[in-house]
């Protein structure tokens, strides 16, 4: 697939089709929930894209859906209508698909969570985001791996698999998923679990968001959870090698309770800086004593290493993605990344072409493995079942920088993935889904992706639901 159209702007050809004022008026009356059109207010804020690279996306109208019966009817409307639908959950798709030119269905006001503490099954509505599921699951002491952002929604999150820093213990977000419930195209709400609909369950563990319907309900095993311990070490970027050499290996032999974000980054008024950010399920004792090769080999600017209950870590732990525009590309690593490969990010740090976003670009490590890996590639639709790490590379810029400037630090981003290429395999990492990835079917589902495209066959006939990189597209 190519690119596709300039840095903020796409369309679709089903969702140009358009409804006429008389349509509009009859999906007003048809639906408990308010119907918003571009001169209403509020508007804007109910369509607008989490990454602002898409701000010039405009819907031709938002459902706030009031209940199912409002999801099923604005599928059917925009069947009859010919105009093409997105669901809305927290809206952070990294390439603005929750964002399409049709309709787009807010399911936000669908965020009720639940939770039984004795058998530890927790179900949180379609529109749920990681606020709504911290504060129901916290006064049970239990949790599964959730986004570290408060406003990333669960749909998203879990459909595309779902990593955090408790994944190498408790597993991918997707792992932890029993049960879901779906609105198909044609109106129907199956249930999907190892016995009922067992192809849609497997696809929705893993598959991608927005492709087989609408997933209105998610129910989750939750694992009790007590004190854990985090860690906070900051150095000059010239410490890059040597920073990720001795971490990474830290890491590789760590028990599965220890997380790790390994990180580089610069931005326009200061030189480059690593970052190590951890999360240990145990106390910061046994914490410090994991990382002491690292601190033994380079002193930090910074070090933090704590005690904290798991809410309290949750919080400190908080990363919400760059503000602003901003791009990712991603790859999973087998190996180590070498001294020779951070010297390379350093050197392209060193001519990043600047904007005027300060988040600036860079380049992540997040330890992978532990309970990830020992979930074979085709158990779920997450193939990604062998990696040390998965590599996230982000450049960043304002919606003021000119064209010139964001196609600069998109070329700069690309180098940088390449650069990479003798150190790291073609995967990507679908929630951080990337509209520029040429060979995103393969990257993405790897031998996951005929089955894909069969059950999108199955349970999607005509493609209703679609976007730039939907299965079977």
Not at 111 to 137: F, H
Not at 361 to 368: D, K, N, Q, R
Not at 380 to 403: C, G, I, K, N, Y
């Amino acid at each position: 697939m190519s690119p596709g159209p300039g840095p903020g702007s796409r369309t679709s050809a089903s969702a140009t089709q358009g409804a006429s004022a008389a349509d509009w008026r009859r999906l007003e009356r048809a639906v408990t929930g308010r119907v918003l059109r571009p001169d209403d207010c509020g508007f804007r804020p109910a369509v607008a894209p989490f990454n602002k690279r898409y701000a010039s996306t405009t819907a031709s109208g938002v459902l706030a859906a009031a209940n199912t019966a409002d999801v099923r009817r604005a599928v059917a409307w925009a069947r009859e209508c010919g105009i093409g639908l997105v669901a809305r959950g927290g809206g952070h798709s990294y390439a603005g698909y929750s964002a399409g030119s049709g309709l787009v269905l807010d399911l936000s006001a669908l965020n009720t969570v639940t939770v039984d503490g004795s058998t530890g099954l927790v179900t949180a509505a379609g529109g749920a985001r990681m606020s709504d599921v911290y504060a129901a699951i916290q006064p049970y002491r239990m949790a599964f791996a959730l986004g570290n952002g408060a406003s990333v929604g669960i749909a998203g999150l879990t459909l595309g698999g779902g990593s955090s820093s408790t994944s190498r213990k408790l597993g991918l977000t997707a792992d932890a998923l029993v049960r879901t419930t779906l609105m198909t195209a044609d109106g129907r709400l199956l249930t999907c679990d190892a016995q009922e609909n067992p192809d849609l369950y497997w696809a929705c563990r893993g598959g991608g968001g927005g492709n087989f319907g609408i997933n209105l309900s998610f129910t989750f095993r939750a694992t009790p959870v007590s004190g854990v311990s985090t860690c906070l070490l900051l150095w000059d970027g010239a410490d890059a090698p040597e920073v990720f050499t001795v971490m990474q290996e830290i890491a590789r032999k760590a028990p599965d309770e220890f997380s790790l974000r390994l990180g580089v980054s610069a931005a326009d008024a200061a030189g480059a800086t690593v970052s190590a950010v951890g999360l240990h399920l145990g106390p910061a004792s046994e914490l410090r004593e994991l990382i002491a090769p690292a601190l033994a080999a380079t002193r930090p600017v910074r070090q933090d290493i704590a005690d904290r209950t798991f809410w309290e870590a949750k919080d400190y732990l908080l990363h919400e993605t760059s503000a602003g525009a901003f791009a990712v590309r991603t790859r999973f690593a087998t190996e180590p990344l070498p001294a020779e490969a951070l010297t390379t990010v350093l050197a392209l740090l060193e001519r990043r072409p600047g904007s005027g976003n300060p988040d600036g670009c860079g380049l992540a490590l997040y330890t992978w493995g532990g309970a990830i890996n020992r979930v074979a590639p085709g158990d779920t639709a997450f193939v990604h079942r062998d990696a040390l790490s998965l590599v996230s590379m982000d450049t960043s810029w304002s919606e003021q920088d000119a064209p010139a400037t964001v196609e600069a630090n998109l070329r700069w981003l690309a180098e940088l993935r390449e650069a990479m290429a003798p150190y790291a395999g073609e995967e990507a990492y679908q929630n951080f889904i990337d509209p520029d990835l040429p060979d995103w079917r393969t990257a993405y589902y790897g031998a996951n992706y005929p089955r894909l495209v069969e059950i999108k066959k199955r349970v999607d006939p005509d493609g209703f639901f679609t976007f730039g990189q939907a299965i079977g597209t």
